[in-house]
């Protein structure tokens, strides 16, 4: 199952308010949606880049995944989104391919989207998030 585009770049941030002020003032970004993904632990902004985004990630609990990230590494690159046709079946081709899964089975994203996310060990040290708009 071919990746269709890039969706987003997700950038992790301590302040949020603070990276959309910076993006806004410095690179004229702006704000296409923002919400608050509690099954995630984590509020974001998406920031419009032609036909793509940049996604602004700041963790709402201190036990969510980008909250230890933000711990661990820092500021700074996430994960890449890619869309996909086919979520279920992205996710079973880069599995079948030798992917490793980080989820089982695709789940309910931001903005009505379905994803996936392949772990950084089999994709060259980044985070995939396979997305289905």
């Known amino acids: 199952m071919p990746l269709r585009e890039l969706d987003h770049v997700a950038v992790a941030v301590r302040d949020l308010e603070a990276a959309v002020a910076?993006?806004?003032e410095a690179l004229g970004a702006e704000v296409a949606h923002?919400?608050?993904v509690e099954r995630d632990g984590?509020?974001?902004a998406l920031l419009s880049v032609a036909d793509s985004y940049v996604q602004l990630l700041t963790p709402t609990r201190?036990?969510?995944p980008v909250a230890r990230?933000?711990?661990s590494r820092g500021e700074g690159l996430h994960h890449v989104g890619y869309r996909v046709d086919d979520?279920?079946?992205a996710l079973a081709a880069a599995v079948a391919a030798g992917a490793r899964a980080i989820d089982a089975i695709p789940r309910p994203g931001s903005r009505?989207?379905?994803v996936a996310f392949l772990h950084p060990s089999t994709g060259f040290g980044?985070?995939?998030e396979l997305v289905q708009p």
């Open 34 to 36: 923002r919400e608050v």
């Open 112 to 114: 009505g989207t379905t």
């Open 62 to 64: 201190d036990d969510s």
């Open 69 to 71: 990230f933000l711990e």
């Open 87 to 89: 979520c279920v079946a």
């Open 126 to 128: 980044t985070l995939i």
């Open 22 to 24: 910076w993006y806004g």
């Open 42 to 44: 984590v509020e974001e």
